[in-house]
């Protein structure tokens, strides 16, 4: 590792190296920071050469999604890759760089009127090449669906250092293979991510946010249920008894809403006389409150948690299978639940092998369901033989068979990913 | 072929389900494009999804390549037969195996026509939202493989979008059940990946289609103009403003023409220079405040008229002339080049009028129906078959504009697909290195590239040319290219 440290250092100059903290106990990575597209192919190839492996990464803060990182030589962050590279607004599209930060992102196609998705936790923290190589859906993932389905283009360097392309910068485009989606969500195992580009959608006019407090989680998926037999189209809906602001009513369902002042007036109406007694908050208010949702998402680098997915129709069955289970570990049943998308976020505190055997009794209980459990979080070493985001399915060869012919040395990441990618 | 072959697949299929018949052969010979043409070397029609994957078995062992077929609405060629190959159709699959009303999906096989799709779950309140044009006769398993627009795709995005789960028969014939609708994939997006994929990767059978619930109003606009750069700009203007109508449909002066000279005549009138179809969905609220919008546009940009559909048959009667257009056109000339470029939406009139001049100075009519809102044109050149130089010359056209459109930071398909029809242009978008890198996620799906061969990449990128380790790294420019 050492070696890889100074030839990188070699390359890029003292600037462009540092260290990678994986954690408590756990010892540290060479970091590359590459500062243009470049010196980043020339870490590649230098990889390559002197057969080294690499942790692709943007700002690491979603890295606790794998396993952590085994017979890794080198980090590299593409990070010092900023900047808008491609902004119409008449068109609606925006490319960006990897490195570029979300926050920074959604604030420069704010001043033309649009909206980035997906509106992720922590944006301040995450780059677009992290969010889009870890599959990560924000707060607006229930109106605009995941990111995957935006994702007009990209420009990626492959495992030899070769940059290519696919898909473009155009709102509809069946020009090739739409490798882009093959990307997103392959956390870093496949190429490094260089660029991108993604739809926008409409800056709404106006956002409202109702909120219907419970004292138990029944009453406020109940009302869920309801709202969505209104066949409304709220930016996001969800549960928590995250941030607590009444003991006697811990539990929260906030329904937000957004888009053209009249429509959002209106679905105000609808929403508050469809959840009896709501609190009611316009505007800026409003999108505070928005933000601190969104930011509820737990952060993997300080929090464990389950994520669990399952049909909109199981998700009552499916809490209620969480719940015992942590009940019976003596964990306090915290939950952020998105009701319309049917996903559920747990954090949980438990030690490696509790987590373990919780994981593995969940996911037996939750299999009748169709529902599917993913560990997420730092510090968490699970045995070898569990996998975090579950077992291999159906196309798993297929998978390893993708990876084989597009790192055919195990260049990225390897290993961290599902089943072993 | 060998009669050996012939019996095993019989005795999967049965009779019924191979046409071995040189006259019934005939239809599969091409597709929507009529200038390639190949007869299969025979055809085969499972009825389920494990007859196909036996089918496909003895068809692999056999070394037979294989050519997957939907309606055959296609545009591109991408379902024109190989010298020598099995058809592999999905028409007698047409079952809507369920409808969660619920859950918001429906699991369909892959020979159900779209249409039929959308019929089978109003009853829930539901929709299918990808409408191409031929949705009357094409087939959601045809719409995978293309990843196929449609005029409401402005709003809601191409099929990709509306894809949750797939079944998939792979080359060898293994059976890939990934036909869940999860949140997110467990792994690779393969089913993602695999959506527009041109038959290239597997045999859809199946598909978890995602469902939406149906609009409280729809309201739809004709726009009459007597210029058809007006009529661009409004677009512009409309998606500046971010106004999300769900389709914005242009139709020049010669489409007009056609259409109101053939049965589906909707009353426009002949002096239009261009009519603009507008949609917008949505609750009542929301669909009032869009259209009073869009309608101070079109009235600043000087629109001679607007008629407004007030109730669903009127609403029919619009969109039949739209979706009837390039029918209409037959009165023009017994052939029609339906071209499919797609370009920024910034640069939508400069390029109708650019494309224009190309076909003038040609001397060949053109007339265009495009799919405003997503900036994909369809310029149509209408030409005689029969006439090889006039052949000649309407290709050559068409393939100047999509340098234009290629040259104004557009690309070569906006929803038909690459197929054979474009497959060497895939070189004015992609380098040897991207088409390698595509060729190299196809082999991993079909080893023996035997999965409609021939076609969306361009015969000369049959080579790896890469190494994984460069013995002699390049000299790089700091933040250039490699």
Known sequence: MRAAAASVERLLGPAGVGQLALGAGRATLPLALPASEGELVEVVRLAARDDLCLLPLGTGAKLGWCRAPRGVDLAVSTRALRGVVAYEPGDGTLTALAGSRMDELAAAVRAGGHHLTPDVARPGGATLGGVLAAGQSGIDRLRHGPARGHVLGARVVEADGTVTKSGGRLVKNVTGYDLQRLYCGSHGTLCILLEASLRLFPLPEHTALVTARSARPEQALAAARALRALRLQPLAVCVENLRVERAEAPWALHALLAGRAAQVAWEREQVARALGAAEVLEGEPAEALRDELRDLEPAAAETTSLHVACRPSALEEVWHLCRDALGRRECAPAALLHPGLATLDLPVVLSTQALAQLVRELRAALAPHRARLSVRGAGVELPDDLDPFGEPGPGFELMQRLRARLDPRGRFAAGRFHGGL | MDARLIAELRSVVGAAGLVLDHVRRKPYEYDGLPFKKCAPALVVLPASTEEVARCMAILHRAGVPIVPRGAGT?????????????????????????????????????????????????????????????????TIGGNVANNSGGPHCFKYGTTARHVLGLKIVTPEGDVLDLTEPEVDPLGYDLVGLFVGCEGMFGIATEVSARLMPLPEVTETLLAIFDSLDECCESVSEIIAARLEPSAIEILDKLTIRAVEASVYAAGYPAQAEAVMLLESEGSAVEVGANVADMVAILERRGVLEIRRARDEKQRKKLWAARKSAFGAMGRIAPDLYVADVVVPRTRLREIVMSATGICARRGLKLANVFHAGDGNLHPNISFDRRDAAEVENVLAAGREIMELCIAAGGSLSGEHGIGLEKREEMRLVFGDEDLATMLRVRASWDRAERMNPGKLIPVRTCMEIRTTAPAVAPAVAPGGTA
């Open chain 2, 74 to 138: 296609g545009l591109a060629g991408g379902a024109t037969p190989v010298e020598g190959g099995a058809v592999v159709g999905t028409a007698r699959m047409q079952r809507v195996l369920e409808v969660n009303v619920e859950d918001r999906f429906a699991r369909v096989e892959a020979g159900l026509v779209n249409l039929d799709l959308s019929r089978a779950c109003a009853a829930g309140g539901l929709f299918y939202a990808p409408d191409p044009s031929s949705q009357m006769a094409c």
